[in-house]
């Protein structure tokens, strides 16, 4: 049973330019939520995607958005990149239950550095 | 809003010893989930424990155990039998649909 993967597991990029982060949820799995965590810092959400649309968003910009796909694959773009986007992005999945959502698995991440 | 507190950047604890990391959080829901995840140095955030705020039992996993005072929203993780691979940052997290996430702790175990 495939856990939940990421690519790629490491980006470097300059300001300015777009980036996009892809995410495989674990399998059965129909939710994906992404995180951000900057060094030395607990992670931050970003959003979440269920049934093909965004459920859920923190407080992050306009230029982090994502995509979810009828397989449950997800993908995040960020664009004009800062400085401050370097960070592990952190991708999680799960499933949502008619009473709550289920427990969120992670991903091993993708390293973004932003020169 | 909820937040989410670990008040202890750094423990250590001597292998074969137990350890408590405490967390506390905010909210006024009654209903939520609570989690710890360990994350060693690849950074890969790893499921260790996880308590549903409806139930009085106090969740255990083997070697980790939690004490969850919902009155006092305090949810602290016992590490007993510690072992030089529990040595890692541990996250408290708190779910309402997405994850809130503490500051972390840093456990280091000594041989």
């Known amino acids: 049973d495939a856990g939940v993967t990421q690519s790629p597991t490491h980006l470097i990029k300059t300001r300015g330019q777009q980036v996009t982060l892809r995410c495989s949820p674990k399998?059965?799995?129909?939710?994906v939520s992404w995180y951000q965590q900057a060094l030395g810092q607990g992670p931050q959400f970003i959003f979440q995607?269920?049934?093909?649309?965004?459920?859920q968003r923190g407080n992050f910009p306009d230029r982090f958005s994502g995509h979810q796909f009828p397989n449950y694959s997800s993908e995040l773009n960020v664009n004009a990149l800062l400085l401050g986007d370097s960070a592990l992005y952190l991708c999680?999945?799960?499933?949502?239950?008619?009473?709550?959502?289920?427990?969120?698995?992670f991903g091993p991440g993708t390293r973004l550095l932003v020169l | 809003a909820q937040t989410v507190t670990q008040s202890q950047p750094e423990m250590s604890v001597q292998e074969a010893e137990t350890v408590t990391l405490s967390c506390t959080y905010d909210?006024?829901?009654?209903?939520?989930?609570l989690f710890w995840y360990k994350q060693p140095p690849s950074r890969q955030m790893i499921l260790v424990i996880r308590q549903e705020a409806y139930k009085q039992q106090n969740a255990t996993e083997n070697r980790f155990s939690v004490n969850f005072q919902k009155a006092a929203k305090s949810f602290s993780l016992k590490i007993s039998d510690s072992q030089l691979g529990d040595a890692a940052m541990y996250f408290c997290a708190y779910e309402e649909r997405k994850l809130i996430f503490g500051q972390g702790t840093e456990l280091s175990v000594k041989p």
């Open positions: 995607y269920y049934e093909e649309e965004e459920r």
């Open positions: 999680a999945s799960s499933l949502t239950g008619k009473e709550a959502q289920e427990t969120q698995y």
């Open positions: 399998s059965g799995h129909d939710t």
């Open positions: 909210t006024s829901e009654s209903d939520y989930y």
